[in-house]
């Protein structure tokens, strides 16, 4: 079955799940880690040296593979921003630039620059508003599903972004789009 097939079924399936009140975002990890593993590049598959395009595509399905795990993805901003964050939080306060620079590495953390960092911390919220208790007498779920639901949400979103962004192109791995590229 072809991996983008099977990523439309468990997101089908997850739609299913939510109307249950069962977690659907746990289908869909399961889906996109699944479509993963059973990718197989017809040219690799054969021996063949591949076209740069398909060693792309191929890197990208390994990588979706462990997209909803917990990495560097789920940050709400680059690793690469901090530094300009610490020297705006230094400039903020001269007098006492590490408190400054203490300050610049909270923004880091809690203020996204980047635009599908908002759009993944607004699909989890979304979710977290489903309710996930499952059906009365069938299989009853604990209250703590919704937050495991809604933080696999982020995941996908932010780990999918992640390897699409560092698979597009073989020597330019975007670091994503921040809000000041709207501004100009």
């Known amino acids: 079955m072809p991996a983008p097939l099977i990523i439309v079924i468990a997101v089908l399936a997850a739609g299913v799940a939510a109307f249950f009140h069962y977690p659907g975002a746990v289908l869909v990890v399961a889906g996109i880690a699944f479509a993963g593993f059973s990718y197989r590049s017809p040219e690799l598959a054969r021996g063949q040296d591949p076209d740069p395009k398909e060693a792309n595509r191929s890197r ?65 919220l979304a979710l977290l508003t489903l309710p996930v208790d499952g059906i009365e007498g069938l299989l009853t779920l604990p209250a703590w599903v919704g937050w495991v639901n809604a933080a696999l949400a982020y995941g996908i979103i932010a780990g999918c972004d992640g390897a699409v962004r560092r698979t597009a192109t073989l020597h330019d791995p975007s670091p994503g789009v921040p809000f000041s590229a709207a501004t100009k």
Do not use: Y
């Open 60 to 124: 990208r399905w390994r990588e979706l593979r462990f997209a909803a795990l917990p990495n560097r993805d789920w940050l709400l901003n680059s690793p690469d921003s901090l530094p300009a964050f610490r020297q705006r939080g230094a400039r903020l306060l001269p007098k006492a630039s590490k408190v400054g620079e203490a300050i610049g590495n909270i923004a880091w953390m809690v203020m996204p620059t980047r635009f599908l960092s908002v759009v993944a911390a607004t699909a989890a």
